[in-house]
């Protein structure tokens, strides 16, 4: 089964401007969240997303938008970008949200996202 | 929800010998956790998880103690090897969030020494 897949995998972008950044889930996976990785602020959970609609929300600034496909593929979107928004975004899937006693999250390899 | 601390950021041993690494969390509520290795390069990859309903679970080289007392959190690697050589986090989860909403420590590095 292959595992969750992130695209692109590098980005770079200038401040001011926006990305959209797609993940697709593990097949039957139907939730999805976001996380961003720095090196001074470890992995933080951004938002997550279930069945179309977002479940939780992390403590980041509105300018961090995501949604949810029907086949439960997400994208995520930064708007009017920092440099500070430079980080490794990593995605995670799962067949529900904190579902039976065999599911958990599964991680992507991530996108690298650089702001210049 | 409070982040989870790890005790030491740096771990090195020797190829065959048994690896600890320990973790902390601070939230009570939580009653998943799970550990996460990550490679240069690449996304975390699970290593396994427990439920606060259990206090031990291992795996293939791997065991996972939980202490709910002192909320405390412990990876053991039998036999290390090379290929071990990664960044380990821990996370946790609360109950009641409706989601797995996974709050991170800072993760510990893990050198084994050939």
């Known amino acids: 089964k292959a595992g969750v897949t992130q695209t692109p995998r590098y980005l770079i972008k200038t401040r001011g401007q926006q990305v959209t950044l797609s993940c697709s889930p593990i097949?039957?996976?139907?939730?999805v969240s976001w996380y961003q990785q720095t090196p001074g602020q470890g992995l933080q959970f951004l938002f997550e997303?279930?069945?179309?609609?977002?479940?939780n929300k992390g403590n980041f600034p509105g300018r961090f938008s995501g949604r949810q496909f029907s086949n439960s593929r997400s994208e995520m979107n930064v708007s009017t970008l920092e440099l500070g928004d430079s980080a490794l975004y990593l995605c995670?899937?799962?067949?529900?949200?904190?579902?039976?006693?065999?599911?958990?999250?599964?991680f992507g390899p991530g996108t690298r996202l650089t702001v210049l | 929800g409070e982040s989870v601390g790890l005790h030491l950021p740096t771990l090195s041993v020797q190829e065959g010998d048994n690896s600890i690494i320990n973790c902390a969390y601070s939230?009570?509520?939580?009653?998943?956790f799970i550990w996460y290795k990550q490679e240069s390069g690449k996304g975390p990859q699970f290593i396994i998880d427990?439920?606060?309903?259990?206090d031990k679970r291992q795996g293939q080289r791997v065991t996972v103690l939980l202490n709910k007392t002192v909320k405390h959190l412990s990876l053991q690697i039998a036999a290390t090897q090379p290929g071990d050589s990664a960044v380990y986090f821990c996370?946790?989860?609360?109950?009641?969030?409706?989601?797995?909403?996974?709050?991170f420590g800072k993760g510990t590095k893990l050198s084994v020494i050939p």
């Open positions: 997303y279930f069945s179309e609609t977002q479940r």
């Open positions: 427990i439920r606060s309903n259990m």
């Open positions: 995670a899937s799962s067949f529900s949200f904190r579902g039976g006693s065999t599911d958990t999250q599964y």
């Open positions: 097949s039957g996976h139907r939730s």
């Open positions: 996370a946790d989860s609360p109950s009641g969030a409706g989601s797995y909403q996974l709050t």
């Open positions: 939230n009570s509520a939580s009653d998943y």
